[in-house]
């Protein structure tokens, strides 16, 4: 799927790093893009790098999709495109793989540069510094680098795309050994978490972004969509407290569109097409909790001012 993967930098033959030039394309219901908007958000990209927005369900089209339904005459202002294959085609004809978000679009040649939806928060952490925004924090510091690389790694196998392996498994023993795994690292997440405020101590990392974009989606998604239904994560006592408290953070909560997502994994056509006549959308659960007291402040050594910085 990740067929654009030229990276940002000054090298030759690496995207330059030019404020205003792309735009990143997202839909509100996918972890993979959310993370991007995350750490475009706190780092203050956003007047940088501009931000469109697909619509959470998928079009009702012979193929698979993401459409600009939000946008008035369902037409991406600056694009000018209904759906995001069409950018996609755009640069390249022969393309037969699924479009998918988060993508960037270089504006000046109007065509995709970069889906790699991986490496994309590394590119906003590093490369672009340059345009982050004054006092913002350090998610990628680089004497952590290697352990939030293996951390990023654990957490997309087993959880990221655990969840994945879960829902789209091809046999019972495919799901089993999937939701085993799945689990088993919530399990040694909570006893981490239970130590310390984040995944590397007192300060946010992007490791942090990875794990929430998942966690937030769990109970009012994958728990039901995809049969991870062991725990929910409300029922961990640090792992509902880390990410309500990741929740309540600038950049993270004011980005989460619960309706986008419920939608998307309950009533889009390509994630469950049994329900296609159906389409009955869950009635909860609860989303109150969400902006409750989570404690969370006794397990830092920081105050909290400095909590989301490693500068």
């Known amino acids: 799927m990740n067929q654009f993967t030229t990276p940002f930098g000054s090298k030759v033959n690496e995207l330059p790093v030019e404020p205003k030039r792309y735009r990143l394309i997202w839909s509100p219901a ?8 995350i750490v475009r958000r706190i780092l203050g990209l956003e007047d940088v790098i501009s931000l469109g927005t697909t619509s959470p369900i998928r079009p009702n089209i012979e193929r698979v999709d993401w459409e600009f339904a939000l946008d008035e005459h369902g037409v991406d202002p600056v694009l000018g495109i209904t759906y995001l294959s ?16 988060p993508v960037i679009v270089d504006l ?11 490496k ?15 006092n913002s924090p350090d998610l990628y510091p680089e004497h952590l680098r290697g352990d939030i690389e293996h951390m990023n790694d654990v957490i997309f196998q087993d959880i990221n795309n655990g969840v994945y392996k879960c829902g789209f498994a091809q046999s019972q023993e495919a799901y089993e050994e999937a939701y085993d795994a799945l689990f088993h690292r919530l399990d040694q997440l ?3 978490l239970s130590k310390q405020r984040y995944l590397f101590g007192d300060y946010i990392t992007d490791s942090d972004v990875r794990l929430y974009t998942t966690l937030v989606r769990f109970d009012i998604a994958y728990f039901t969509a995809f049969y991870a239904n062991r725990n929910l994560i409300r029922e961990y006592h640090h792992l509902w407290d880390y990410v309500r ?6 950049g993270f909560g004011d980005t989460t569109d619960f309706n986008a997502i419920k939608r998307h994994y309950h009533l889009s056509i390509t994630l469950s097409p049994h329900k ?21 402040e006794r397990l830092s050594k920081k105050e909290e001012k400095f909590l989301f910085t490693g500068r």
């Open 120 to 134: 994309l928060t590394n590119y906003f952490e590093t490369v672009w510094k340059p345009y982050h925004k004054e």
């Open 245 to 250: 408290d990741l929740y309540q953070t600038p």
């Open 190 to 192: 909570e006893g981490r």
């Open 30 to 37: 996918c972890p993979w893009a959310h993370r991007a908007v």
């Open 108 to 118: 000046k040649k109007r065509k995709v540069v970069n889906n790699d939806y991986f």
């Open 86 to 101: 069409e950018i996609y085609k755009h640069t390249d004809h022969q393309y037969d793989g699924r479009p998918t978000v």
């Open 276 to 296: 296609e006549q159906l389409k009955v959308l869950p009635k909860g659960p609860d989303l109150s909790g969400w902006n409750t007291a989570h404690g969370r």
